[in-house]
C-alpha cells in the first residue's frame, strides 16, 4: 500500500519516488501519480514547514539539539508565555519557534460575534481555523557550545528592508534565556526586546 501522511491542515500527501538517471528522487504531492512510495526510504524524513505546513520529503539532517532540550521549550512555552498554539523546529543547530500570525482563539471570538454557534460548531470552527493559519518564526535559541550546553538568543527583526535575526543575548544555558526572554512570545512587549 502506499505510504500517505497527513500535514496539520489535514491535507493528504502522497511519497512519490522517480528515476532520475542512476539515482531516485522522493517527493510528497497531493495527488498521487506514477510510482508511489510504500515507505519512507532510509536516511529520509517527512518534513512539514512550520510557515504553512506544505509536505517535502528530506534526507534526514543532523542536529546536536537534544530532544529534551526542545521538550523544555515547548513546556516553557506554555507555562511561562501562556501561548496555546505555536510549533518549536529543529533547524541545525537551532530551535526555532513560531506563532500564528492571527491568534486562533480571538479569530473565533469574531466568528462567534458575527454568528451564533452551538459548542460543537464553535469546536469544529476553531478545529478548521488552528489548521489553517500560517504561522511566523519569532524567536530561536542557536546552540553555541556544545560540550557546556550553551545557546544564543535571537528575535525575527520585523523591518521591512532588513528582516532578519536580531541578536538578544549568548553563551548562556537553555533554562536562563527562556526565563528571560520566552515570557515575552505572543505580547507587545516582544518587541521591545534588544
Known amino acids: 500500500m502506499a505510504y500517505q501522511y497527513i500535514n496539520r491542515r489535514g491535507d493528504v500527501y502522497h511519497i512519490q519516488a522517480k528515476q532520475r538517471g542512476d539515482k531516485i528522487a522522493y517527493s510528497a504531492s497531493r495527488k498521487p501519480a506514477g ?3 510504500d515507505s519512507i526510504p532510509e536516511g529520509y524524513e517527512i518534513y512539514e514547514r512550520p510557515e504553512n505546513a506544505q509536505v517535502f520529503v528530506r534526507r534526514i539532517r543532523a542536529t546536536n539539539i537534544l530532544p529534551a532540550e526542545r521538550q523544555l ?9 501562556k501561548v496555546k498554539h505555536f510549533i518549536v523546529d529543529v533547524e541545525a543547530d537551532s530551535l526555532i519557534v513560531f506563532l500564528p500570525d492571527a491568534e486562533p482563539d480571538v479569530s473565533l471570538c469574531i466568528l462567534r460575534s458575527t454568528a451564533p454557534m452551538t459548542r460543537e460548531a ?56 527562556i526565563k528571560k526572554y520566552v515570557p515575552h512570545l505572543g505580547k507587545e512587549s516582544f518587541f521591545d526586546l534588544v
Do not use: N, P
Open 73 to 81: 521549550l515547548e513546556l516553557s512555552i506554555r507555562e511561562l508565555a
Open 35 to 37: 510510482r508511489l512510495a
Open 122 to 177: 464553535a469546536r469544529s470552527a476553531e478545529a478548521f481555523i488552528i489548521s489553517r493559519s500560517t504561522y511566523t518564526k519569532m524567536m530561536r535559541f542557536v546552540l553555541a557550545d556544545e560540550k557546556a550546553r550553551t545557546f544564543d538568543a535571537q528575535r525575527w527583526c520585523f523591518l521591512g528592508s532588513i528582516d532578519d535575526w536580531h541578536y538578544l543575548a549568548g553563551e548562556k544555558t537553555l533554562e536562563e534565556l
